[in-house]
């Protein structure tokens, strides 16, 4: 998924004749952020069902399922 709109930016680049390069990140990489965004949610969720705050177990719902993108990419 990357890659691709990494592809979609270049043509666009190449279309409007700017020059803006986006990182290509490497696996180890994905797999630090994923887990990092595994434990801020479920800390978050944590804190949201110990806490009356709603905000925070959705913030922590959100940064989860942003875990399990970075893994399946």
């Known amino acids: 998924m ?3 709109v990494n592809k979609a930016c270049e043509k666009l680049n190449d279309t409007l004749r700017i020059s803006v390069e986006l990182p290509n990140p490497k696996k180890k990489t994905l ?3 994923a ?3 595994l434990i801020v949610g479920a800390g978050l969720v944590a804190a949201g ?3 009356p705050s709603k905000s925070c ?3 922590g719902s959100i ?3 942003s ?3 970075l893994r399946k990419e």
Do not use: G, P, W
Request: charged content about 15%.
């Open 2 to 4: 990357i890659r691709e």
């Open 31 to 33: 797999k630090t952020a």
């Open 35 to 37: 887990a990092c965004n």
């Open 49 to 51: 069902i110990l806490f």
């Open 57 to 59: 177990t959705l913030l």
């Open 63 to 65: 940064s989860i399922i």
């Open 67 to 69: 875990s399990v993108v």
